[in-house]
Antibody, heavy 126, light 107 residues
């Protein structure tokens, strides 16, 4: 069974940094693409970014709202994906979910979320 | 960025009813569309990928259709656990984007 467990959330002041971790189990982590999705209180879902596997040089993609402030990295030896969040703003307050990205081909390349963690709450407030 | 627009934003239905939620993309996305169910206080649960393929373990009362810009999620025979918020999401191009959500409430 695929398991994703996020940690590292908490209360942080604007302008400060925080690092979230997501530990995966029950699947081949090093072959997997991983992503982060967030949800502000009472709001919808927002994709944050993605990291590819080493076969794709662990390259990353980010939403414009976090580009240049957030960095996704991975430690395949420990099955952990990180979300480093710098220069935090009050609008970054959200539950942050870690997700696994699965690949298949159905008429077109399909890169889709198939497993989610339980989420960790980040509150940015003075 | 590709905008995803869901209709309706909310709907009321009874246990046993069937409902359909639609999702429109601002440009063509082939069949690169997923659907999720989110119950209050819980993480989203994947339902559909590739517009119409069921995720593993998802009952066939959920079905997806569409291609290009117009998509639909149909839920037959609503059960208590189905009263939740549903989201569509495109992964055709970056940034991946979600619809604003459709809340299905008990009538």
């Amino acid at each position: 069974e695929v398991q994703l467990v996020e940690s590292g959330g908490g209360l942080i002041q604007p302008g400060q940094s925080l690092r979230l971790s997501c530990t995966g189990a029950g699947f081949n982590f090093r072959n997997s693409f991983m992503a982060w999705v967030r949800q502000a209180p009472g709001q919808g879902l927002e994709w944050v970014g993605l990291i590819r596997n080493r076969g794709y040089s662990a390259t990353t993609e980010y939403a414009a709202s976090v580009q240049g402030r957030f960095t996704i990295s991975r430690d395949d030896s420990k099955s952990i994906v990180f979300l480093q969040m710098d220069s935090l703003k009050t609008e970054d307050t959200a539950v942050y979910y870690c997700t696994r990205v699965q690949y298949t081909y159905v008429l077109f390349d399909q890169w889709y979320f198939d497993s989610w963690g339980q989420g960790t709450l980040v509150t940015v407030s003075s | 960025d590709i905008q995803m627009t869901q209709s309706p934003s909310s709907l009321s239905a009874s246990v046993g009813d069937g409902v359909t939620i639609t999702c429109r993309a601002s440009q063509g996305i082939s069949n690169c569309l997923a659907w999720f169910r989110q119950r209050p206080g819980k993480a989203p649960e994947p339902l559909i990928y590739a517009a119409s393929s069921l995720q593993s373990g998802v009952p066939p009362k959920f079905s997806g259709s569409g291609s290009g810009t117009d998509f639909a999620l149909t839920i037959s025979s609503l059960q208590p656990e189905d009263f939740a918020t549903y989201y569509c999401q495109q992964y055709y191009s970056y940034p991946w984007t979600f619809g604003q959500g459709t809340k299905v409430e008990i009538k």
